[in-house]
């Protein structure tokens, strides 16, 4: 009754009122039956991709532990082989950058291993049956807040999973369809990857949906804090101070609102670009725990402190052939330092006939070395969806896979460019002349 009698005396009176956030209408998101639901994927495998399963895992207990939400409302995506994999020298545990205390533990894995692909990703956001892993679907509906959060390695319209490519032509046909079938009020995307602006660059505003990237849509995003002792990164930049932000400001959640927070967090990611797309208006003006719930009673607060995260940092593609090297210098072994040597030799050659096939591509397809180079320049928007999946598709298939040869991604735009002059058929056609390295 306060505030609506505070309302209409600002109208009366003609002026502005700006009212507390944890106090105003937008707390009372979710409307009355309504629910929040979180999706949390970490798209990759691999030890040295071990910072992918770390920000999940610190994410998950975030969201059900200190936040409120409930357990049967998060889905979690995660191959599960960082844990218990033979490179562990903690088995059973996974370390998080902000504290140094394992996550790993009270993690409820929903899809594990070949589980964690784009189709089962997709077919949980349209709520389809599932009848693998924990059975676990999204169930939202038109009361409902939705909050997604995709970790792994991307390209130009494209974001990874251990064996496939979610591409953007797919993603925005499943957002369209969760749009029109009523199963969110807003839903609020996360995403730390590689050139993860450019899934979301031409999101309707219209759709209730806001992204928040940790790159733009030209550039990579990057891995912090390294642990020389386990030979790995225990984070990635752009995730780890989102997170520290809001455990700085737990459990007052409602006093930060999503547009605060990208401002804060773009400001201590100095690798890449955090970005915004979507809708600009409606939700950054929501608190952020409207998405990611609030603080609970039964947790006593402890001081966060922010941390500098920065002092050890390396862009995505390259984290690989850096724990190659790291491992090199540390093994005293004659043969294992032979495989290591003749892996980084390896991969150091096919990161550079990588692009020498790319330039052989666009030079067939244009016709000329110096129209070629216009498409190398830099990204150009994806204006061509369809193209952009049926080249890369061919490429992955007959060339190389971005999983086990992530540096690839760095150039790959180069190729997907064309698609904003040229007709898939004839790039593909280059793809399979070109990819002759077997």
Not at 142 to 164: E, Q, R, Y
Not at 282 to 306: L, N
Request: proline share 4%.
């Amino acid at each position: 009754m306060i505030r609506i009698t505070l309302i209409a005396v600002c109208l009366v009176l003609g002026v502005q009122c700006l009212l507390p956030i944890e106090q105003g209408i937008l707390e009372n998101q979710p409307e009355a039956g309504g629910q929040i639901w979180a999706v949390i994927i970490a798209g990759s495998n691999n030890w040295y991709n071990y910072r992918h399963q770390s920000d999940v895992s610190h994410l998950y207990h975030l969201l059900t532990k200190k936040h409120g939400i409930p357990k049967k409302n998060v889905i979690t995506f995660m191959y599960n082989d960082i844990a218990f994999n033979e490179e562990n020298p903690y088995p059973g545990t996974i370390i998080n950058a902000l504290h140094g205390k394992d996550v790993y533990e009270g993690v409820m894995i929903d899809y594990m291993n070949k589980d964690v692909s784009p189709e089962n990703f997709l077919a949980v956001l349209q709520g389809k049956r599932m009848r693998i892993g924990s059975m676990k679907t999204l169930k939202s509906g038109p009361k409902d807040m939705v909050f997604v959060n995709f970790v792994d390695h991307g390209g130009p319209g494209i974001l990874g999973f251990p064996a496939g490519e979610l591409h953007l032509k797919d993603l925005t046909a499943t957002l369209e369809f969760m749009q029109s079938s009523k199963m969110y009020q807003q839903m609020l995307w996360y995403v730390e990857a590689c050139y993860s602006g450019s899934m979301f660059e031409k999101l309707s505003a219209d759709w209730n949906i806001t992204a928040h990237t940790a790159a733009n849509t030209d550039e990579s995003s990057y891995a912090c804090v390294k642990d020389d002792d386990i030979g790995v990164y225990l984070g990635d930049c752009w995730s780890l101070n989102w997170m520290n932000n809001t455990e700085q400001i737990w459990p007052n959640l409602s006093s930060e609102t999503v547009q605060q927070q990208f401002d804060i967090v773009k400001k201590m990611t100095t690798e890449s670009h955090a970005s915004l797309y979507g809708d600009l208006t409606y939700i950054p003006a929501q608190p952020i725990s409207v998405f990611m719930g609030h603080g609970t009673k039964d947790e006593k607060p402890e001081p966060v402190r922010a941390i500098d995260i920065h002092h050890h940092r390396t862009a995505t593609p390259d984290v690989m052939l850096e724990y190659y090297r790291s491992k090199l210098d540390k093994s005293e072994n004659a043969e294992e330092q032979k495989q290591l040597e003749e892996l980084i030799n390896y991969h150091v050659r096919t990161e550079g006939k990588v692009q020498e096939i790319i330039e052989e591509i666009s030079h067939q397809v244009t016709g000329s070395w110096e129209v070629s180079q216009v498409f190398s320049r830099t990204p150009q928007q994806i204006r061509h969806p369809s193209c952009n999946k049926d080249v890369l598709t061919a490429f992955f298939g007959q060339c190389y896979r971005m999983q086990s040869h992530p540096y690839i991604t760095k150039y790959l735009y180069k190729m997907t460019n064309l698609c904003n002059a040229y007709g898939s058929k004839v790039i593909v056609d280059a793809v399979l002349d070109n990819c002759n390295h077997n």
